[in-house]
């Protein structure tokens, strides 16, 4: 399994990002994929979870924010975040949970007030 995260950066407030994930070495479209991001000092939090079948949720604080989607040809895993806080600035990783948990190397993204 090869997870492939990139899109992070410096971003002022109230704008945008696109994370994207390149996967794999597994049968991507078969697979609930998940984004999680982490602060230093923090634990590691799920942000958003698309399944196979398209359904997603969102962690409370980004809901109507980002969005989460999947082209299963191209195997990539995308978040859109929009209206970005200086409270999102993390390192985002994308995330599969096949026999154990899988982790992308993490891009940072960084928000500005």
């Known amino acids: 399994v090869q997870l492939q995260a990139s899109g992070g950066g410096l971003v002022q407030a109230g704008g945008s990002l696109r994370l994207s994930c390149a996967a794999s070495?597994?049968?991507?479209?078969?697979?609930?994929m998940d984004w999680y991001r982490q602060v230093p000092g923090k634990e590691r939090e799920l942000v958003a979870r698309?399944?196979?079948?398209?359904?997603?949720n969102y962690l409370d604080s980004v809901k109507g924010r980002f969005t989460i989607s999947r082209d299963n040809v191209k195997r990539i895993l995308y978040l859109q975040m929009n209206n970005l806080k200086p409270e999102d600035t993390a390192v985002y990783y994308c995330s599969l949970n096949l026999t154990r948990q899988w982790w992308g190397q993490g891009t940072q993204v960084t928000v500005s007030s």
């Open positions: 698309i399944t196979s079948g398209g359904s997603t």
């Open positions: 070495g597994f049968m991507f479209r078969l697979n609930t």
